[in-house]
């Protein structure tokens, strides 16, 4: 029978899976092979993850654009509107001295 920590999956005592420790490298004296396997994992995990952070970014990015297009478009067309108003309140300005000139005129 194999010696629990020799390559057995399982913890014959508890059943369990071992699992990794963290380590400090600046507490801890590692050797440089140690340290090299460190890195070489660090960098493989992260180049892993890095398309879905990019892609991620990406899509934030155009969320954030989208959102800066949508409010600069509404200022726009609630401007266009606020001008739109304007013009027919002056219009509706002379409509009603008009109509008080011809009424005092009659």
Same mark, same amino acid.
Do not use: C, H
């Given at each position: 029978? /194999?010696?629990? @920590? /020799? @390559?057995? #999956? &399982?913890?014959? =005592? !508890?059943?369990? /899976? *071992? ?5 400090? #490298?600046? !507490?801890? =004296? &590692?050797? *440089? ?14 180049? =892993?993850?890095? *398309?879905?952070? !990019? ?5 934030? @990015?155009?969320?954030?654009?989208? &959102? ?7 200022? %726009? ?5 606020? $001008? %739109? ?10 409509? $009603?001295?008009?109509? &008080?000139? $011809?009424?005092? @005129?009659?």
């Amino acid at each position: 029978m /194999a010696a629990s @920590g /020799a @390559g057995d #999956p &399982l913890d014959a =005592k !508890r059943g369990e /899976a *071992p699992f990794a420790q963290r380590i400090d #490298p600046t !507490r801890e =004296k &590692l050797t *440089p092979e140690q340290l090299y396997s460190m890195r070489r994992t660090q960098l493989a995990q992260w180049q =892993k993850v890095l *398309p879905q952070r !990019r892609t991620r970014n990406i899509v934030t @990015g155009l969320g954030i654009g989208a &959102l800066v297009l949508a409010i600069y478009g509404y200022t %726009f067309y609630s401007i266009s509107q606020e $001008r %739109f108003l304007d013009e027919l309140e002056d219009e509706a300005k002379a409509a $009603r001295a008009r109509a &008080l000139a $011809r009424a005092s @005129g009659s």
